[in-house]
C-alpha cells in the first residue's frame, strides 16, 4: 500500500531543466520529512536535497545549489524537485525517498532516470 511513485525524468540538453515530482499514497505524508537522491551505476548513492515535513528547512548537496529546488505541496501528497542549468553529471537514476525518524522506517521510490546530454 505504501507507495512513492517518481516521475518527470527524461532526455534534457545541458543547460536544460526538468522537474521531477514524487506522489506518495498509504502513509502520512506530512508527517515525514522527505529527499531526492541520485545514483550512477557504480557509484555511491547521493542525497540531492532534502526537506522538512512542513517544507519549511531545506538543504542541498554542494554539487547542485543554486540550481535545484526542492519543494512539497503536502495537500497533494507530492514532493518536487525542479533542476535547472542542467550538466552531465547530473546524469543519474534520481530517487525519492520518505525518512521515517523516531523509529519509524522510511519509504523508497524506484526511481526516474534523468539523462542530460547533447
Known amino acids: 500500500q505504501v507507495q512513492l511513485v517518481e516521475s518527470g525524468g527524461g532526455l534534457v540538453q545541458p543547460g536544460g531543466s526538468l522537474r521531477l515530482s514524487c506522489v506518495a499514497s498509504?502513509?502520512?505524508?506530512?508527517?515525514?520529512?522527505t529527499r531526492w537522491h541520485r545514483q550512477v551505476p557504480g557509484k555511491e548513492r547521493e542525497l540531492v536535497a532534502g526537506i522538512s515535513s512542513s517544507g519549511g528547512i531545506t538543504s542541498y548537496a554542494d554539487s547542485v545549489k543554486g540550481r535545484f529546488t526542492i519543494s512539497r505541496d503536502n495537500a497533494k501528497n507530492t514532493m518536487y524537485l525542479q533542476m535547472n542549468n542542467l550538466r552531465p553529471e547530473d546524469t543519474a537514476v534520481y530517487y525519492c525517498?520518505?525518512?521515517?525518524?523516531?523509529?519509524?522506517?522510511?519509504?523508497w521510490g524506484q526511481g526516474t532516470q534523468v539523462t542530460v546530454s547533447s
Open positions: 525517498a520518505a525518512i521515517g525518524g523516531r523509529g519509524r522506517g522510511d519509504y
Open positions: 498509504g502513509f502520512t505524508f506530512s508527517g515525514y520529512a
